[in-house]
């Protein structure tokens, strides 16, 4: 059965072309240079007793960088437990982080030609709220993210030492701690925050685990057998993509085993939902869910969910779901989830059916067993 279903809301947005991208960026540097004075490289202790308006920016569209900023709420809202903590970014952080605990989130858009005008008003509101402390949590050099901070107004404003610094005032070397399931709770401690290792989280409601209960359950039929759920998507242009050959004769093995499946699609990959319709038959469900929050609830009832490096894989992890992270490229140092919530395949020669057909089964015995 096929599910065929339009885009994301507020996720299709068209993004600033490449080159004109690059060309801004230049000229804002080589204003920033001119004007803004360099910001202070040492570790300062401001007053936390004072802290009281606090906003927290990551500006990245993507569902992966989003999901792994979210122990920063966490960790903030522990360290100041009655201020008002805000969030800016893209609308994908605005689905996500519901029912996490910040005060406002304040979405970020990346529309083309709607980028020029709205970030002047943007920026106007930000000032408006007087906040004492605003903070870049994506630990690394983002422009956007730097911009917002630098003119948010806050008396303190934080972000990683590198060639954004000059917008703010306290700046934080960056962790030599490269794994960014590790690296923002490093930086947050070196901020001067009571932290400790804090995983990214996602939390749905009762109300949203029941739906996608039984959205799950409509697909396969009500049994109390497991459900596991495959992503076949994965960024091509960045070699993350496994090949749709292998996935279809991973899905035909388990199917074999009279394992239950359920089949996901990301944007890029629904054009390719015929071709596996057309190979599987009509009996493996195969989903394209246009809501994120729906999406992200049924993914809560998978055990285990299979997925490519993507943000699907990061957000399985963040719902507790045990994951089989497949990494094409040598980056799982980096971007690899820990051993306790996720295991990850890699070969240099390239990941073989088997390797994660065995995986798959081991991962279902553990789930059955008591």
Not at 142 to 156: E, K, P
Request: charged residues 20%; contains cysteine.
């Amino acid at each position: 059965m096929v599910k065929r279903i339009k885009g994301i809301p507020g996720l299709d947005e068209t993004p600033l072309p490449h080159f004109l991208n690059k060309k801004i960026r230049a000229l804002i540097m080589r204003g920033i240079n001119l004007f803004v004075h360099k910001g202070k490289s040492e570790y300062v202790n401001f007053p936390k007793d004072r802290i009281k308006k606090i906003l927290l920016v990551r500006a990245n569209f993507r569902i992966g960088n989003a999901i792994l900023a979210t122990p920063s709420i966490f960790i903030f809202r522990e360290n100041f437990p009655h201020a008002v903590i805000d969030f800016a970014g893209y609308p994908v952080s605005a689905l996500l982080y519901k029912h996490l605990p910040i005060d406002h989130h304040y979405s970020i858009t990346r529309r083309f030609p709607h980028i020029f005008w709205a970030y002047f008003s943007f920026v106007y509101k930000m000032r408006s709220m007087k906040y004492d402390l605003a903070v870049d949590v994506s630990c690394s050099q983002s422009m956007t993210s730097s911009l917002i901070v630098g003119f948010s107004g806050a008396q303190f404003r934080i972000g990683s030492r590198g060639k954004w610094d000059r917008l703010f005032n306290i700046s934080i070397p960056r962790p030599s701690e490269t794994n960014k399931y590790k690296t923002l709770p490093l930086f947050l401690h070196d901020m001067g925050m009571r932290t400790h290792q804090i995983l990214p989280q996602l939390i749905l409601s009762p109300e949203e685990k029941e739906e996608g209960k039984m959205k799950v359950r409509g697909l396969i039929g009500i049994n109390q057998a497991p459900v596991i759920g495959i992503f076949i998507g994965g960024r091509k242009s960045k070699g993350k993509k496994w090949p749709a050959e292998n996935f279809l004769k991973l899905i035909t093995a388990l199917r074999a085993q009279k394992i239950n499946i359920v089949v996901f699609f990301g944007p890029d990959e629904k054009k390719s939902m015929g071709f596996f319709e057309q190979s599987l038959g009509k009996d493996i469900p195969l989903v394209f869910e246009p809501s994120l929050r729906m999406f992200a609830s049924m993914v809560s009832q998978c055990k285990p969910f299979i997925a490519c490096d993507s943000g699907p894989m990061h957000l399985s992890c963040a719902l507790g779901v045990r994951t089989i992270a497949l990494f094409l490229k040598r980056n799982f140092n980096r971007w690899g989830p820990p051993q306790n919530i996720a295991q990850i395949i890699y070969h240099p020669e390239g990941i073989r059916v088997e390797d994660v057909l065995k995986a798959t089964l081991s991962e279902l015995r553990n789930v059955s067993s008591p």
